[in-house]
Nanobody, 116 residues
Framework: QVQLVESGGGLVQPGGSLRLSCAASGFTFSMYAMSWYRQAPGKERELVSSITSAGSSTSYADSVKGRFTISRSNAKNTVYLQMNSLRPEDTAVYYC?????????WGKGTLVTVSS
């Protein structure tokens, strides 16, 4: 079965950096686009970034453009989110997402807290 396991979250000061990882299993990782979402307290889940199956194309929410970078290793079945210049408003639980045949799969998320 599909499993997505996020890691790398934590507490960081404003202006700092974190690198999130999502280890995937249970499907042919190299065949599917992957995405990162986030959900801040009291807010709806929002799309942060996506990457195509081969990693040749990426997209970002306007709020993170120029600060976050999505990448993947098909050899390691892992998708990453490098987050730089973090702001308090980036505080959220970050989720890895696969959409396959119209069905969305989610990990349990990793909490990122940006605070001084």
């Amino acid at each position: 079965q599909v499993q997505l396991v996020e890691s790398g979250g934590g507490l960081v000061q404003p202006g700092g950096s974190l690198r999130l990882s999502c280890a995937a299993s249970g499907f042919t990782f190299s065949m599917y686009a992957m995405s990162w979402y986030r959900q801040a307290p009291g807010k709806e889940r929002e799309l942060v970034s996506s990457i195509t199956s081969a990693g040749s194309s990426t997209s970002y929410a306007d709020s993170v453009k120029g600060r976050f970078t999505i990448s993947r290793s098909n050899a390691k079945n892992t998708v990453y989110l490098q987050m730089n210049s973090l702001r308090p408003e980036d505080t959220a639980v970050y989720y890895c997402n696969l959409r396959r045949a119209g069905v969305g799969y989610w990990g349990k998320g990793t909490l990122v807290t940006v605070s001084s």
